[in-house]
């Protein structure tokens, strides 16, 4: 909000000035910013800067490891991770390390299972 300035007397021969306070002797027109105005803007520029780079950057699903195929398997009594690990591992493939694998595969915090429940094997 601006405010008026009123300088001269009313009705004594000399004209009524009305001036804006911005317009007044020394204050100039326009926008100031102190040192610390200027700093929360450049901090504010950079901000949202960072935020546009950070941002272009896609999140891309890249792993050094290649998708392996699965098949789902229905657990029977008498089945147990190592046996079924003795049926999908490769000829001279470490049994411990297929276990591993199918533990990892399948989220399990243990080697236990129940009847009736289905992991995902490697197909190989």
Same mark, same amino acid.
């Given at each position: ?38 700093? #929360? !803007?450049? @901090?504010?520029? =950079?901000?949202?800067? %960072? +935020?546009? &780079? ?7 699903? /890249? ?11 229905? #657990? !029977?009594? @008498?089945?147990? =991770?190592?046996?079924? %690990? +003795?049926? &999908? ?7 411990? /390390? ?12 243990? !080697? ?13």
């Amino acid at each position: 909000m601006s405010s008026i300035a009123i300088d001269g007397s009313l009705g004594f021969g000399r004209p009524l000035e009305v001036r804006r306070a911005s317009q007044r002797a020394g204050a100039p027109g326009g926008l100031r910013l102190t040192r610390r105005g200027r700093a #929360v !803007v450049a @901090g504010l520029a =950079l901000a949202l800067g %960072a +935020g546009l &780079v950070l941002s272009a950057q896609g999140a891309a699903a /890249d792993s050094p490891i290649a998708a392996v195929p699965v098949a789902p398997h229905t #657990v !029977v009594d @008498g089945d147990t =991770l190592w046996s079924i %690990a +003795g049926t &999908v591992a490769r000829p001279g493939e470490d049994r411990r /390390d297929v276990v591993d694998e199918l533990t990892r595969l399948n989220g399990l915090d243990d !080697v236990s299972l129940r009847v009736g429940q289905v992991i995902l094997v490697p197909e190989r």
